[in-house]
């Protein structure tokens, strides 16, 4: 069974940093395109960044330049490194896995990021 588990997130200040990781079981990883997405409530899930199994990384724009999508093969593990954050950065963000050949989408449950004084 396919399965994605965030951590990282919590409660930080603006300016301030956090990493995000997300740990893939079963052997989708690397297979996918592997991708970080947020939602805030009464509002549809944006894509944040996104990677694929050969590197080529995409931001939204509001995000380049202080956010860093990467992916460690060994550990089958994507991170989203995310500095300078901003209180519009609050969200619930997920781990998501896209497999291009069959067209399939996994999710994680979601971890809540905060960015208040």
């Known amino acids: 069974q396919v399965q994605l588990v965030e951590s990282g997130g919590g409660l930080v200040q603006p300016g301030g940093s956090l990493r995000l990781s997300c740990a893939a079981s079963g052997s989708i990883f690397s297979m996918s395109t592997m991708g970080w997405y947020r939602q805030v409530p009464g509002k549809p899930r944006d894509v944040v960044a996104r990677i694929s199994r050969l590197g080529t990384t995409t931001y939204r724009d509001s995000v380049k330049g202080r956010f860093t999508i990467s992916r460690d093969m060994a550990k089958n593990t994507v991170y989203l490194q995310m500095n300078s954050l901003k209180p519009e950065d609050t969200a619930v963000y997920y781990c998501?896995?896209?497999?291009?050949?069959?067209?399939?989408?996994?999710w994680g449950q979601g971890t809540q990021v905060t960015v208040s004084s």
């Open positions: 998501n896995a896209w497999i291009l050949t069959t067209n399939t989408d996994y």
